[in-house]
């Protein structure tokens, strides 16, 4: 059985390349809901309608074992209902991870925290809620950068620099800063330059070690997974930009299949 990562688009697969990377002897699937694309700008109940029908695919169609939900404004709107009541209801013996806690694991320690992500991510506080269970004295000041997962979707590059100036500029006094959406790690290198004081938490810098730290502890899962070392790659809508896109960050010709969901 396969591990599946699921996103709205290329946040997936930078995740994709993070895990692949650091854990290459399982089977993987990917699935960008690009049809859909951004998230980040619809309605909760679209997100989880989306994030359901995509997980269900990946369970039914691709034997995934293990759907990591790589896509924080999916993990808010969708994760808790798909854990308490879709997969007790339908794959009670397999498993759906999300993004959120593993990530503010990560910035315990630090009392004042920034975050950026989506519309639908700032305006959920669900950072904020999970924050409180996990250090309740440390603080989050969010932003919302809805810029940037067109321009990143769209290679907007050039602009990029302009536009985090502008949106990081009321961070500038926090210790952490969270990219609170997978698409983000593709500025990593521009945001650390413009905060090179602040510790910056990148989603694909934390995940493979979570996954590797989850496979540990769940030996019921992880004996599950077959290893062929394969990956396959969906999305529900293509263009060339997206597809030269994954051949760059693969450094290969990566094989996008376009289906139906
Ligand atoms: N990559 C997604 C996230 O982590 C958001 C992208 C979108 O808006 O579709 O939130």
Request: charged share 20%; proline share 5%; hydrophobic share 40%.
């Amino acid at each position: 059985m396969k591990i599946g990562i699921f996103d709205s688009g290329l946040g997936g697969l930078l995740m994709m390349r993070a895990i692949t990377a650091a854990l290459d002897q399982y089977d993987y699937v990917y699935l960008g809901d690009t049809a859909y694309l951004p998230y980040g700008a619809r309605l909760n109940e679209l997100i989880y309608e989306r994030t359901q029908k995509c997980i269900d695919w990946l369970m039914r169609e691709q034997n995934c074992v293990l759907v990591i939900i790589a896509c924080n404004t999916a993990t808010i709107a969708a994760l808790r209902q798909i854990q308490q009541e879709w997969l007790p209801a339908h794959f009670p013996d397999r498993r759906v991870l999300g993004i959120v806690v593993p990530t503010l694991e990560c910035a315990v320690g630090a009392k004042n925290i920034g975050l950026i992500g989506t519309t639908a991510t700032v305006a959920s506080k669900v950072y904020e809620e999970e924050l409180r269970k996990i250090t309740p004295n440390a603080k989050i000041k969010s932003v919302a950068t809805p810029l940037l997962v067109p321009l990143i979707e769209n290679n907007g590059d050039k602009y990029a620099r302009a536009i985090l100036s502008d949106y990081l500029a009321p961070l500038d006094d926090v210790e952490t800063l969270i990219l609170g959406c997978t698409h983000y790690p593709i500025y990593n290198d521009l945001i650390r330059e413009l905060m090179p004081h602040t510790n910056i938490i990148s989603q694909d810098e934390i995940l493979p070690l979570k996954l590797i730290n989850y496979l540990s502890r769940h030996p019921e899962i992880e004996c599950r997974l077959t290893q062929n070392s394969s990956q396959a790659f969906y999305v529900t809508d293509s263009t060339q930009g997206y597809i030269n896109t994954a051949n760059k960050l693969f450094d290969k010709n990566v094989i996008i299949n376009k289906i139906i969901i």
